[in-house]
């Protein structure tokens, strides 16, 4: 015969009653207290185990630790409090921390300690084991990822075409040492695409059942892969001759998108034939409606394409932020963001290229009528621009004056940007404009070009008086005067945060090259410092600042930063 007692459960005093409710609180809370006060004893008791009282004999302590044996260890120690003094951890010292035991080791990858993973990889075959590794690890629950692949660290980092690695000890010259060169830069490029494919595919099959990934963020940078012309068609195809694994990685991709439950946050930026005008499509309605940033940016794809159309961006009512090539963006979308189904869109950065310029038209983007609406819409929305090499008459079709510019970034390789520009943007944009980028990589014998030619005012002072809101301003490429430098400082004073010019770019009226009691280099330092009210130095180092050295790596992580600040 089975008897079985219910045992009354404690209740909380006064539980019955609404004047016991504060009390009720206040027994709550110490019942947890007391929790862990037990625990804290438990784990001191646990530690004082693995000492050893002091006083006692060796005798004594050596049959304590018998009796005790591997439950006095931090192997003893529940999993819940293992993880919970991991989270109190950086990352670095987490790893550190698990290589004690295989107990703290398996505790390593509970879910609730990786709720967001970034990586940086370089393309090269020491990172494969180690991203297959964490990605079997933490991919099928991480919420937050973002991945950035650099191909160029790769290709600089040693071994590179020019240090005859892996050839003989002399050194070619001639046609046929360049032709060496070639064939060994050829080479080494098509290893860089097969591993970056490999990678590719390692994040995207990891990642596929994951329906708890919120945010994804991949960004490829083939900037150098790119720079002797595009290899997406002709090295790609030596690759993957057949387009196996670039269809397959494509699959994966929409695999990711269809699986997903929570995504609100999808960015693809530069990657290699990864996103394709249907991948979107891929999305449910649902998951779309829900979606609060977009970002889809993509040299490669034909002229005739775009990644997103107005038609699909329909369904993405809830969107805050979103970024996109330039002449992607069409009047059309303009019109639907406006709408009244549609959140105010906060945020919108845009790149425009002179390649996709030259392929595509700017008969079809927004007119000043449409940002009038947008900005109504939306009296919060900022833009942010960043303008590879295009020509000036280009730049005025697409500079309108109701457009809330905030950020503009000037790369340029073949096109200067002209004085004109840049005080047409001081006087549209004065009262959005808070960091300004002009970078210039062209090679000219007769020196860096002057925005001030043949002007009363330096364009660039006049961007410094007018903006007012002005916090950084970084210059590279184009001829800045001493005075004029002092003159920036003096006007924005402490509210300029940043002002990186190099080195190189700064020249000095013969006037004070001629003064022998004064030093120009340390009476320019001294009074840019005074007129901003900290210390100030030139850019002596290019390759220290992304800003100049990479671009595009450079804009997507502003482009994140930016849309996150919303």
């Not at 310029?357 to 621009?385: C, F, G, Q, T």
């Not at 990589?441 to 660039?460: K, V, Y």
Request: hydrophobic share 40%; aromatic share 8%; glycine share 6%.
């Amino acid at each position: 015969m089975l008897l079985f007692l219910s045992v009354p459960q404690p209740r909380p005093p006064g539980a019955r009653t609404r004047a016991g409710a504060a009390r009720v609180v206040r027994w709550r809370r110490r019942q947890r207290l007391r929790l862990r006060l037990r625990q804290l004893r438990r784990l001191r008791g646990l530690l004082r185990g693995l000492r050893g009282r002091p006083g006692t004999g060796g005798r004594r302590r050596r049959s304590r630790m018998a009796l005790c044996g591997q439950a006095a260890g931090a192997a003893s120690l529940p999993s819940e409090l293992i993880v919970h003094i991991f989270s109190f951890l950086p990352a670095p010292d987490r790893l550190r921390a698990s290589a004690s035991c295989s107990h703290w080791r398996e505790c390593l990858f509970y879910p609730a300690l990786w709720p967001q993973l970034r990586i940086c990889l370089r393309v090269s075959p020491a990172e494969q084991p180690r991203l297959e590794f964490l990605m079997r690890k933490c991919g099928w629950f991480v919420r937050e990822l973002r991945v950035e692949f650099a191909a160029e660290n790769y290709l600089s980092g040693g071994g590179g075409p020019g240090d005859g690695g892996g050839s003989g000890g002399g050194t070619d010259t001639g046609t046929g040492g360049e032709e060496g060169e070639a064939l060994q830069l050829s080479s080494r490029w098509l290893e860089v695409l097969r591993i970056y494919l490999e990678l590719v595919l390692c994040v995207l099959l990891s990642i596929r059942n994951n329906r708890n990934l919120q945010k994804f963020s991949l960004f490829g940078d083939i900037s150098v892969v790119q720079q002797q012309g595009s290899l997406s068609s002709t090295y790609l195809s030596r690759v993957d001759p057949d387009g196996k694994k670039i269809k397959q990685i494509q699959q994966l991709f929409e695999e990711v998108l269809s699986n997903s439950r929570q995504l609100k946050w999808l960015s693809c930026g530069f990657m290699l034939d990864i996103v394709t005008p249907a991948s979107l499509s891929s999305l449910s309605n649902a998951i779309a409606s829900t979606m609060e940033h977009l970002s889809l940016l993509d040299n490669n794809i034909p002229g005739s394409c775009t990644l997103i159309t107005a038609v699909e961006l329909e369904r993405f009512v809830n969107l805050r932020s979103l970024a996109l090539d330039f002449c992607d963006f069409t009047a059309e979308m303009a019109r639907v963001l406006t709408d009244s189904n549609h959140v105010p869109l906060q945020r919108l950065s845009l790149l425009v290229h002179n390649a996709s310029v030259m392929l595509k038209s700017l008969d079809n983007i927004p007119n000043d009528e449409h940002w009038k609406a947008l900005s109504r819409k939306s009296s919060s929305l900022r833009v942010y621009l960043m303008v590879f090499d295009v020509k000036s008459e280009d730049m005025l079709k697409i500079l309108k004056p109701s457009i809330p510019l905030e950020r503009v970034h000037f790369d340029s390789y073949v096109t200067c940007v002209s004085g004109a520009i840049v005080d047409l943007i001081s006087r549209q944009y004065d009262k959005f404009l808070t960091h300004f980028i002009l970078m210039n990589d062209m090679i000219e014998t007769s020196g860096f070009p002057d925005l001030s030619d043949n002007r009363n005012e330096d364009p660039l002072v006049l961007l410094a008086w007018r903006c007012t809101k002005l916090t950084l301003l970084a210059i590279h490429g184009y001829t800045v005067w001493a005075h004029n430098l002092i003159a920036i400082a003096r006007l924005r004073g402490s509210d300029l945060k940043v002002l990186e010019v190099t080195e190189e770019s700064i020249d000095f009226d013969q006037g004070e090259l001629a003064d022998q009691d004064v030093d120009p280099v340390h009476n320019l330092i001294e009074q840019v410092s005074l007129g901003l009210g900290q210390p100030w130095h030139a850019v002596l180092d290019i390759e220290s600042l992304s800003v100049f050295t990479e671009p595009n790596r450079h804009f997507y992580r502003e482009m994140q930063s930016f849309s996150e600040d919303v």
